[in-house]
């Protein structure tokens, strides 16, 4: 690796770190020694690239430090068309076209001779099923996802029972044959994964969840960690 990608790779590494990055750490996905490390980020130091720190405790970097959004690697533009194939054989037809809007924004701005990387990436992803057709409109769960706003579902069990409930929604899960809409059930006052192709509607109400943000994802976290045999399932 050419000292100038290492210096730009070092940067990238404490840019996606919240806690200090150790220079063992960073040597380690470099595959470089401690010392080029220490060398490399005394050079940034000099160069006013704001990262603090010592030896022994690890580097964090500024948080407002901003270098040019586009500066990509040909792997970093490859595991973008890597995630978009996925995304666009995936997703409802609005998170496709929005995963297709990124590459044509990365394409008109990187120089010509990282475009082949676009063109003809050295990976894909396998053909797969697609998921199974969904009554509901995705675009409003996201909504009420990112607003923090209750749903009203109508839900239809594989035993064939319907129930309404309202819920306070996580996140939307992508699996590989159908997608899934985490969240908390009030009806069953437990966290709950409902398949989003079993959802007959969901309508978005008015009514907060009542949280921080945040406060719910990281309560799912939890209850994620403690359940040992996986996911339950809806009922």
């Known amino acids: 690796m050419r000292r100038a990608d290492r210096l730009f790779q070092i940067i990238q590494i404490l840019r996606r770190s919240s806690r200090p990055k150790t220079a063992a750490a960073i040597a380690e996905e470099l595959e470089v020694s401690k010392r080029t490390v220490y060398r490399d980020i005394?050079?940034?130091?000099?160069?006013?690239?704001?990262?603090?720190?010592?030896?022994?405790?690890?580097?964090?970097?500024?948080?407002?430090?901003?270098?040019?959004?586009?500066?990509?690697?040909?792997?970093?533009?490859e595991a973008v068309m890597l995630g978009v194939q996925w995304v666009?054989?995936?997703s409802d037809k609005l998170i496709a076209n929005a995963a297709r809007d990124v590459i044509a924004k990365i394409e008109t701005s990187i120089p010509d001779h990282l475009r082949p990387f676009i063109a003809e990436p050295s990976m894909?992803?396998?053909?797969?099923?697609?998921?199974?057709?969904?009554?509901?409109?995705?675009a409003e769960i996201r909504t009420a996802i990112r607003q923090g706003r209750k749903l009203l579902l109508c839900y239809k069990a594989e035993s064939g029972e319907i129930t309404t409930r309202i819920v306070w929604p996580v996140i939307l899960g992508y699996a590989e044959t159908h997608r899934l809409l985490v969240a908390w059930c009030e009806l069953r006052q437990d966290?709950?994964?409902?398949?989003?192709?079993?959802?007959?509607?969901?309508t978005l109400t008015e009514e907060s969840i009542g949280l921080r943000p945040g406060e719910l994802r990281r309560k799912w976290q939890l209850w994620r960690d403690e359940q040992l045999g996986g996911p339950a399932g809806a009922r």
Request: hydrophobic fraction near 35%; include cysteine; charged fraction near 25%.
């Open 42 to 77: 005394g050079d940034l130091i000099g160069q006013r690239v704001p990262i603090s720190g010592e030896a022994g405790f690890g580097y964090l970097l500024d948080p407002a430090y901003s270098m040019p959004p586009l500066m990509l690697t040909p792997d970093e533009i």
């Open 88 to 90: 666009i054989g995936h």
């Open 124 to 138: 894909g992803v396998k053909p797969g099923l697609r998921p199974p057709t969904e009554d509901v409109d995705m």
């Open 191 to 202: 966290f709950r994964h409902f398949r989003c192709d079993r959802i007959t509607t969901a």
